[in-house]
């Protein structure tokens, strides 16, 4: 069992920064490939990023890739997700998953999911 708690979101205008951190609870984090989503209002949820158990491997979409970091520290049980150059159509509810085993874009592979925070960013 693995819960997940996002932080960091808030507001920002366009070319700025944030740093996204989800906490998850549990022994064996280190054994779960860990994924960022993000739904915008009336659109279905997509892949942003995602990293494997090792921190090893990282996985973008292309539309943040260049922009987007994704990073693990297993020793605090937190992945992060540094998000810089941000645009208004990165507006949304960010949301870390964990998957144990192999990472994937796939959300439905995902089988523990964090509440969410959103990011604004204004133009």
């Known amino acids: 069992q693995v819960q997940l708690v996002e932080s960091g979101g808030g507001l920002v205008q366009a070319g700025g920064s944030l740093r996204l951190s989800c906490a998850a609870s549990g022994r064996t984090f280190n054994s779960y490939s860990m994924g960022w989503f993000r739904q915008a209002p009336g659109k279905e949820r997509e892949f942003v990023a995602a990293i494997s158990w090792s921190g090893g491997s990282t996985y973008y979409a292309d539309s943040v890739r260049g922009r987007f970091t994704i990073s693990r520290n297993n020793a605090k049980n937190t992945v992060y997700l540094q998000m810089n150059s941000l645009k208004p159509e990165d507006t949304a509810i960010y949301s870390c998953?964990?998957?144990?085993?192999?990472?994937?874009?796939?959300?439905?592979?995902?089988?523990?999911w964090g509440q969410g925070t959103q990011v604004t960013v204004s133009s």
């Open positions: 998953a964990a998957k144990y085993g192999s990472g994937t874009r796939s959300p439905i592979e995902y089988g523990y």
